[in-house]
């Protein structure tokens, strides 16, 4: 049956939204607590709600042109690219490096941390809990999650199943750990952050599975780690956006409880590298094209699995998925595919809000927590995200 609620769609310039992006990505050390006796992760961040920061932040201005790629990005963004950038980052480009080289690779969140500490930026204390679990996957083996859990509310909690990004090859969930956090803290949840398996070791669809297999853990023993079984999303971020699209797609063939909403964000949908996004912003940074060609190449045991729906969810049957929130960044290769995906989605009878942020890049959800239009990415998220836990 189709669903009768509209097909939203919500332009956003977001003007100086990149100053609360930079206070977003940063980690600091926070206290953690186990719950189910698997032991506490000992790894995280917690990023700034201060909006006494936003006048230093907004202050930044970087130095030297904008990018030819970026002539509408915003400066405090630029700083962000031009403190990655001195890491050596363009001198060794993760898609000439080996898998496990490239894990090494600096990230966006160290350029963060490391501007906050340019500006003094002090972070609050977090509003989570968060401790380790291992899950089954079958065959004996079993993936790490990481698991925050609200510090005040009653449970039992809404639970939202979060996968993180990287391509499939690269990455972490201590990486992500920002917008996991934020997502617990404004939704008022209990997150499961999933690490799932990564390619080149683990090829695809380990990581599809390991999504599925971590979700289905969830709803089994919710009420373990208090929440409750009844009400779940899912959601995840690039390739973690792929993934969490693919669990609502398994959970509906098989026949088991769908999520009560996905958060897509800037999702990996298509295996178009020739579109308009990837054409205009192919030199992009953090994300462009040659690194997208690289994580295909790492993840796929075949060229023509680049079709394979799993992949290219715009090929999928996208019917009776639950309602979707898809987010995208102007200076993204891959946005043109968002775009695609939510208007398949649309057309396919589900309730879609999709909204675009100018001016800023592939990552940026994770890095803001302050109020301005940045913070509305998450805001409009965990909005959603409430509606259809509630």
Same mark, same amino acid.
């Given at each position: 049956?189709?669903?009768?609620?509209?097909?939203?769609?919500?332009?956003?310039?977001?003007?100086?939204?990149?100053?609360?992006?930079?206070?977003?990505?940063?980690?600091?050390?926070?206290?953690?607590?186990?719950?189910?006796?698997?032991?506490?992760?000992?790894?995280?961040?917690?990023?700034?709600?201060?909006?006494?920061?936003?006048?230093?932040?907004?202050?930044?201005?970087?130095?030297?042109?904008?990018?030819?790629?970026?002539?509408?990005?915003?400066?405090?963004?630029?700083?962000?690219?031009?403190?990655?950038?001195?890491?050596?980052?363009?001198?060794?480009?993760?898609?000439?490096?080996?898998?496990?080289?490239?894990?090494?690779?600096?990230?966006?969140?160290?350029?963060?941390?490391?501007?906050?500490?340019?500006?003094?930026?002090?972070?609050?204390?977090?509003?989570?809990?968060?401790?380790?679990?291992?899950?089954?996957?079958?065959?004996?083996?079993?993936?790490?999650?990481?698991?925050?859990?609200?510090?005040?509310?009653?449970?039992?909690?809404?639970?939202?199943?979060?996968?993180?990004?990287?391509?499939?090859? $690269?990455?972490?969930?201590?990486?992500?750990? #920002?917008? !996991?956090?934020?997502? /617990?803290?404004?939704?008022? +949840?209990?997150? =499961? *952050?999933?690490?799932?398996?990564?390619?080149?070791?683990?090829?695809?669809?380990?990581?599809?599975?390991?999504?599925?297999a971590a979700y289905q853990w969830v709803l089994n023993n919710a009420q373990t $780690?208090?929440?409750?079984?009844?009400?779940? #999303?899912? !959601?995840?971020?690039? /390739?973690?956006?792929?993934? +969490?699209?693919? =669990? *609502?797609?398994?959970?509906?063939?098989?026949?088991?409880?769908?999520?009560?909403?996905?958060?897509?964000?800037?999702?990996?949908?298509?295996?178009?590298?020739?579109?308009?996004?990837?054409?205009?912003?192919?030199?992009a940074k953090p994300l462009d094209k040659p690194m997208m060609e690289y994580f295909?190449?790492?993840?796929?045991?075949?060229?023509?699995?680049?079709?394979?729906?799993?992949?290219?969810?715009?090929?999928?049957?996208?019917?009776?998925?639950?309602?979707?929130?898809?987010?995208?960044?102007?200076?993204?290769?891959?946005?043109?595919?968002?775009?695609?995906?939510?208007?398949?989605?649309?057309?396919?009878?589900?309730?879609?809000?999709?909204?675009?942020?100018?001016?800023?890049?592939?990552?940026?959800?994770?890095?803001?927590?302050?109020?301005?239009?940045?913070?509305?990415?998450?805001?409009?998220?965990?909005?959603?995200?409430?509606?259809?836990?509630?």
């Amino acid at each position: 049956m189709k669903n009768k609620s509209p097909f939203k769609v919500i332009n956003c310039g977001l003007a100086g939204s990149l100053l609360l992006l930079i206070l977003s990505l940063a980690s600091c050390t926070q206290k953690k607590t186990s719950e189910t006796g698997q032991g506490a992760d000992t790894s995280g961040s917690t990023m700034s709600n201060d909006s006494s920061m936003a006048g230093k932040l907004d202050e930044l201005k970087p130095k030297g042109p904008k990018p030819a790629w970026a002539p509408s990005i915003l400066p405090a963004m630029q700083v962000v690219l031009k403190k990655l950038a001195s890491y050596g980052y363009q001198d060794k480009p993760i898609y000439e490096l080996p898998a496990k080289e490239a894990r090494l690779s600096p990230t966006p969140t160290m350029a963060v941390m490391a501007v906050m500490k340019d500006h003094n930026i002090m972070m609050p204390a977090p509003k989570v809990d968060t401790a380790g679990q291992q899950i089954p996957v079958g065959e004996g083996q079993s993936i790490h999650a990481r698991i925050y859990t609200p510090k005040i509310g009653q449970a039992p909690f809404p639970v939202i199943v979060y996968y993180h990004g990287g391509g499939w090859v $690269i990455a972490d969930i201590d990486t992500y750990n #920002a917008s !996991a956090q934020a997502l /617990a803290e404004q939704v008022g +949840a209990v997150v =499961v *952050s999933v690490g799932y398996r990564l390619a080149p070791e683990h090829k695809f669809p380990t990581q599809q599975n390991d999504a599925f297999a971590a979700y289905q853990w969830v709803l089994n023993n919710a009420q373990t $780690i208090k929440g409750d079984p009844k009400r779940v #999303a899912v !959601a995840g971020e690039s /390739a973690g956006g792929n993934l +969490a699209a693919n =669990v *609502s797609i398994m959970a509906r063939d098989k026949k088991i409880a769908l999520p009560r909403h996905q958060l897509l964000v800037y999702p990996i949908a298509d295996n178009d590298v020739n579109s308009a996004s990837y054409t205009r912003y192919a030199s992009a940074k953090p994300l462009d094209k040659p690194m997208m060609e690289y994580f295909f190449k790492q993840t796929l045991s075949t060229d023509a699995q680049r079709s394979d729906p799993r992949i290219a969810l715009v090929k999928a049957n996208l019917q009776s998925l639950p309602g979707t929130t898809l987010i995208a960044a102007e200076l993204d290769p891959l946005q043109t595919e968002g775009k695609l995906l939510a208007d398949k989605l649309q057309a396919a009878g589900v309730t879609v809000t999709y909204k675009r942020y100018d001016g800023v890049t592939h990552e940026f959800f994770g890095m803001s927590t302050v109020p301005s239009e940045a913070k509305q990415a998450q805001t409009l998220a965990a909005d959603e995200l409430k509606k259809a836990l509630k």
